[in-house]
């Protein structure tokens, strides 16, 4: 066999898997388009049963965010409206089991956050928004808020001690008066 004819050969060959190559990744891009609507659509079905439930609970739905990756992700900002706690503990109490294991891990990572409301408050803060995430595996944020009825503990040294509060002497300040000319 001639250089020429190898040449040729090895470009025939090149575009055989160059177009080989081009019809898989269509049939992926496919395949992965519909799995990602199958996905979507699961992910809305449980953020909307899911929603129906911590209305139920007294919750306010701020906003919904939407992520497309895989797996796809929707995030919903909620705020305790009062009572949340309690009521989501009764729910789950009485209709738990006729909740989806999706449903149940969000709620219960709910509940936990609650467990973490002495801590935070210890240190000078109090709930403020959820934020929930539809996804797997599924998450609980909680924004934390300066408590403005607590008065924040002093920041710790590097030693460990609280730093002392230093008193200050205010300045006085005189202030001249001044008239406008009409």
Known sequence: MTF????DKAKEKSKEATSSIKETTQNIAYISKEKMQAGVNKTIDETQALIVILQK?????GDLAMTLSVPPEIEITLQD???GQSKLSKLMEKEGD???KFQTAILRGMLKTYDLLKTTEKH??????FDVAVTFP???????????KKEKPAPKTAKGKKASKKKTAK????KKKTTKKK
Request: contains cysteine; positive net charge; hydrophobic residues 30%.
């Open 138 to 148: 599924p998450r609980v944020t909680v924004h934390l808020l300066p408590d403005e």
């Open 4 to 7: 020429g004819k190898l040449v």
């Open 98 to 100: 006729t909740f989806s």
């Open 171 to 174: 300045k006085k300040t005189t």
């Open 57 to 61: 609970c007294g919750y306010i739905v």
């Open 124 to 129: 000078g803060y109090t709930f403020g928004e």
């Open 81 to 83: 409206a009062g009572g």
